[in-house]
């Protein structure tokens, strides 16, 4: 997912357009000959591609339910075994089927791009903890040109501060206390991932309601001349 706003990066650097192959074909190839390198040497360091099932196929098929501040463990343990094959295509495809739309509005901010991406990995990972966040804040600054567009910004606080206040309470009561129960915790883990929906949401809706004020002006006018008053939903 990350070597399409690279290519993006790459097409739209006006020092990058002298050829498809620097434009292009270089990035992809760097990224393919890095990928295979990394694969080979861990294939020396253990003598097999057992591995490969380890990493990605434990990530991919979700088979570790183990309570975190992610999605799935809950919803998964609680699932029916039969139709645990077709949610888990669900799941994970949903984590890709994004970056589509998404490439297709912000072909032309490949930074931006990265960012939304990152940070829908971020939400939606199969085993999501609270240090993936960290990327995705200390991006932040990048878009510190639209805040005074940011609309939910006390709510989206509180969120985080309540989830990760009371995330380590409820597991308290839950694992060692057993005064409460898986429900306690995942209402919290629901409430931190509202928190990053509402966060991403609101920079979109920041860059896409400076990008209008940019080419319509901050007052925009009607048809009959009057002053129009933008609603963006």
């Not at 992610?70 to 645990?84: A, P």
């Not at 509005?105 to 240090?131: G, P």
């Not at 509180?158 to 306690?184: C, H, K, R, T």
Request: net charge positive.
């Amino acid at each position: 997912m990350f070597i399409l706003p690279v290519l993006l990066h790459s097409y739209n650097s006006k020092s990058s357009r002298s050829g498809i192959v620097v434009t292009i074909v270089y990035p992809l190839l760097t990224a393919l000959i890095a990928a295979s390198l990394l694969l080979t040497l861990s294939h020396q360091v253990f003598y097999s591609w057992d591995f490969l099932n380890a990493v990605y196929g434990f990530t991919l098929q979700v088979s570790e339910l183990t309570p975190n501040m992610g999605l799935f463990w809950y919803f998964f343990l609680e699932m029916f075994d039969h139709f645990r094959t077709f949610f888990l295509w669900v799941f994970q495809i949903n984590v890709f089927i994004y970056f589509i739309p998404l490439t297709i509005i912000f072909r032309k901010q490949s930074f931006l791009l990265f960012y939304i991406l990152l940070s829908l990995i971020t939400l939606l990972k199969s085993y999501s903890n609270m240090a993936d966040l960290a990327l995705p804040l200390s991006m932040l600054p990048l878009w510190g040109y639209v805040y005074k567009y940011l609309r939910n910004v006390l709510f989206i606080t509180a969120l985080f501060i309540v989830s990760s206040v009371l995330a380590p309470v409820m597991w308290y009561l839950w694992i060692y206390a057993g005064s409460g129960n898986a429900n306690f915790f995942y209402a919290v883990t629901l409430a931190y991932s509202s928190a990053q929906i509402f966060l991403l949401s609101d920079i979109l809706y920041a860059v896409l309601r400076r990008q209008y004020h940019l080419k319509h002006g901050l007052q925009p006018k009607r048809l009959d001349g009057q002053t129009g008053q933008v609603i963006m939903k």
